[in-house]
């Protein structure tokens, strides 16, 4: 098993273009999310996901749209990067009943 | 609002010596609570969860947590720390077991002395 993979690992935007974060998972977990984590606050959750086809708001979702078209895949778009948004995502998933399974990150860089 | 809160940013300890890691939560129901580590320039790893049970439960690597009720607390231990513990670990807690979401504290970083 893979396990919980993220890509890119490393991404430099320039403010206003886009991009979309892929996370996979092989391990038919039900629950996805993803999260950002800066220094000094800790992980914030960005959006997440409970099912095939669903997605929910999580603590800091302006900014960010996600989609789970397929059960191992949740997506991360940024539509209009701002240097605001400069941070390493994290994704993870997680089956009901038990915690959750972190990718190693990517760490993005907004100019 | 539901909170969890890690009260030491940073702790040092001497390599052999016990740790302690705080965590305490908001009041509400008996919750799902998790420990997980994060070392430099990973992703974050399960040490740990509690359901229901007995309130003392056993992880990976050595450690333990032990629940109690009347504190709502969840501290994380390990009798003898060594020097590849370094690292930032984080309290995690599910208020509401069905929604799936988790609520994380800030973390505490953990500096091993040799």
């Known amino acids: 098993n893979a396990g919980v993979t993220q890509t890119p690992k490393f991404r430099v935007l320039k403010t206003g273009q886009s991009m979309t974060l892929l996370c996979a998972q092989d391990?038919?977990?039900?629950?996805m999310y993803w999260y950002r984590q800066d220094p000094g606050m800790g992980l914030r959750l960005i959006h997440y996901?409970?099912?095939?086809?669903?997605?929910a708001k999580g603590e800091v979702p302006d900014g960010y749209n996600v989609s789970r078209l397929k059960k191992q895949n949740f997506l991360l778009g940024l539509e209009s990067a701002a240097p605001s948004q400069t941070s390493v995502y994290f994704c993870?998933?997680?089956?009901?009943?038990?915690?959750?399974?972190f990718g190693p990150g990517t760490r993005l860089t907004v100019t | 609002a539901q909170s969890v809160t890690q009260p030491d940013i940073h702790i040092t300890v001497s390599e052999g010596a016990s740790l302690e890691l705080r965590c305490n939560y908001s009041y509400g129901a008996t919750p799902y609570l998790f420990w997980y580590v994060q070392s430099p320039g990973q992703g974050l790893q399960l040490l740990l969860k509690y359901f229901s049970g007995d309130t003392l439960v056993q992880g990976i690597k050595g450690f333990e947590a032990e629940f109690k009720r009347s504190q709502s607390s969840f501290n994380l231990r390990k009798p003898s720390v060594h020097w590849s513990d370094a690292a930032e670990y984080f309290c995690?807690?599910?208020?509401?077991?069905?929604?799936?979401?988790?609520?994380f504290g800030d973390g505490t970083t953990l500096t091993v002395k040799p």
């Open positions: 995690a807690v599910d208020f509401n077991t069905n929604a799936g979401k988790s609520t």
């Open positions: 996901s409970v099912g095939e086809g669903t997605t």
């Open positions: 391990m038919n977990h039900e629950y």
């Open positions: 993870a998933s997680r089956k009901q009943g038990s915690g959750q399974y």
